[in-house]
């Protein structure tokens, strides 16, 4: 097993046959390097089969991306969402989703939040693009993007779809996503309620924007 990493990011992607995936990559490639960290990148395959390994190989090679695959089939979310934080060789671990593109200065804002809070968890938020064919009311309620929920001035539960998380923090040391819960979901909130009531702290990152298209099935 490879020895931890402190002055490294582990960025950590679950996928399952979603062709976006090429989208995701290249933003981390173009992102800003926090500095004095060195960026690595999981990605967890969450099909029957290993369809993203193609895709993922091809863009490590053009882009030049540090990337360690891991093939965790049996479509059940928190069995890749595992398989990532296993797979993690950095105190620090950020998680985007494969539908999902990160703003250049992702990374370097959820670092600075979290340096700055010492918070074990820091989210940042999801911005909702709709499609053209999407209806007005839909554009103006942006019910598809994400945003933490505050509790009398704490933020008490959290999601993956945009997270750095401290992995040295007690509070997070071997914790790992319900395998009970990741077909049905509900498994992240379980996971950042379990981190809070241990006595981590989850932060908010404003400017830490990743972005996410509405597909039409969705909308």
């Known amino acids: 097993m ?34 004095g960290f060195e ?24 882009l030049k991306l540090p990337i360690r695959y891991r093939h965790a089939p049996a479509r059940n979310i928190s069995i890749a969402r595992n ?16 539908d999902e593109t990160a703003s250049p200065g992702w990374l370097v804002e959820l670092v600075a939040t979290a340096e700055a809070t010492g918070a074990t968890a ?7 693009t709709y499609r053209q064919d999407a209806p007005d009311w839909m554009r103006k309620g942006d019910f598809h993007s994400t945003l933490p929920v505050w509790v009398r001035g ?13 992995m040295t923090e007690e509070s997070l040391r071997n914790r790992r996503f319900s395998l009970a819960r990741g077909q049905t979901g509900g498994e992240d909130t379980e996971f950042f309620d379990s981190v809070v009531k241990s006595g981590g702290r989850i932060a908010f990152a404003s ?12 909308a």
């Open 154 to 166: 704490e933020i008490r539960t959290g999601y993956t779809c945009n997270v750095l998380l401290r």
């Open 2 to 35: 490879a020895a931890k990493r402190s002055g490294s990011i582990d960025i950590c992607i679950c996928t399952f046959r979603r062709p976006e995936l090429a989208d995701t990559l290249r933003s981390i490639a173009a992102l800003e390097n926090p500095a």
């Open 122 to 128: 820091v989210l940042g938020p999801v911005r909702a």
């Open 39 to 62: 960026i690595g990148i999981v990605v967890a395959d969450n099909d029957d089969e290993p369809s993203a390994q193609p895709l993922v190989k091809a863009l490590a090679q053009e």
């Open 83 to 98: 398989a990532c934080l296993d797979a993690s060789v950095s105190d620090l671990v950020a998680f985007i989703d494969d």
């Open 207 to 218: 400017q830490a924007f990743v972005d996410e298209v509405v597909p039409s099935s969705r």
